[in-house]
């Protein structure tokens, strides 16, 4: 992609995903991503109704009338963006490939990050890690991860999600927010998975096009397996042909939520053709009422 052509892009997004952060998900990320824990903040004099454990005896028989000690919210975090690059991200049917979709949601998550003084490191993965940018603050930093978002050219064309895992379980020491996105056409990654979500707050948000989950009936067709280059001939007019892909699709898809289930993992399913911030806000607001 040209600089001038890159740039523009970049800039287009910032100005969509701002309004949106500020508009509806600045309040909701900031209530259901909590600190670390409670700082001390400053001592005041005791009002009527604090907690009397919260009394500084020190501070207190010093100027010989109650003092309490002040606590709030440490709320610095590190938001990990762990996404897959791999080759089936250039796919969509509709208005955008799942690898622009992604890019948007990553914009967003970084600044509603940004709007809380968080920091953010993003992991691109394919089958291998294909690049590292380590958690820093400030919109320069945000850019940056966008601008790469944009315009990054993996290596490797196939996925394997567990990569992208053990280096965050690895690189990242401190327990972060992680937000793994990925279509998830991949297997052999429970193991990675819980290890990961043991030590980090892990969310898996799967993007899909519509035309993933079943077969439209268009007479012969020719598909190819993006990442393998494998192709073959289906005949999408046999209905027990497009019942077998359904089948299989439901199948790998329940296997994936038993998994996230099991692996304490929450999940945010993403259709490409439809607008990603209703499932974004019902996920934030579903887990600030259970939390």
Request: charged share 30%.
């Amino acid at each position: 992609m040209e600089t001038a052509e890159l740039l523009k892009k970049v800039r287009k997004i910032e100005i969509r995903t701002k309004g949106l952060v500020h508009q509806i998900f600045s309040g909701e990320y900031h209530s259901v991503f909590k600190g670390r824990g409670m700082a001390f903040s400053e001592v005041r004099e005791y009002q009527f109704g604090d907690d009397i454990r919260a009394i500084d005896w020190n501070v207190s028989a010093r100027f010989n009338h109650p003092f309490v000690k002040v606590f709030e919210e440490e709320r610095e975090l590190t938001v990990m963006l762990v996404v897959d690059v791999s080759r089936s991200g250039e796919f969509g049917t509709a208005h955008q490939m799942k690898r622009d979709v992604a890019a948007e949601l990553c914009a967003v998550l970084a600044f509603s990050a940004l709007q809380n003084n968080d920091k953010v490191g993003v992991i691109f993965f394919s089958d291998i890690v294909e690049k590292f940018i380590p958690p820093k603050k400030g919109r320069t930093h945000i850019l940056r991860i966008v601008r790469e978002l944009l315009d990054f050219q993996p290596a490797n064309k196939r996925t394997k999600i567990s990569e992208g895992l053990r280096y965050l379980t690895s690189a990242i020491k401190k327990r972060s927010i992680a937000f793994l996105i990925s279509d998830f056409l991949d297997e052999g990654y429970s193991d990675a998975l819980k290890i990961a979500a043991r030590k980090h707050d892990l969310i898996g948000v799967r993007l899909f096009d519509p035309r993933e989950a079943a077969l439209p009936p268009v007479g012969l067709l020719r598909v190819t397996d993006a990442e393998s280059g494998e192709a073959m001939w289906v005949d999408t007019s046999d209905r027990r042909v497009r019942d077998r892909y359904a089948r299989w699709w439901g199948d790998r898809s329940a296997e994936r939520v038993k998994l996230f289930r099991r692996s304490g993992v929450d999940s945010i399913d993403i259709r490409i053709d439809q607008s990603y911030v209703t499932p974004l806000v019902s996920f934030f607001r579903l887990r600030e009422r259970r939390w």
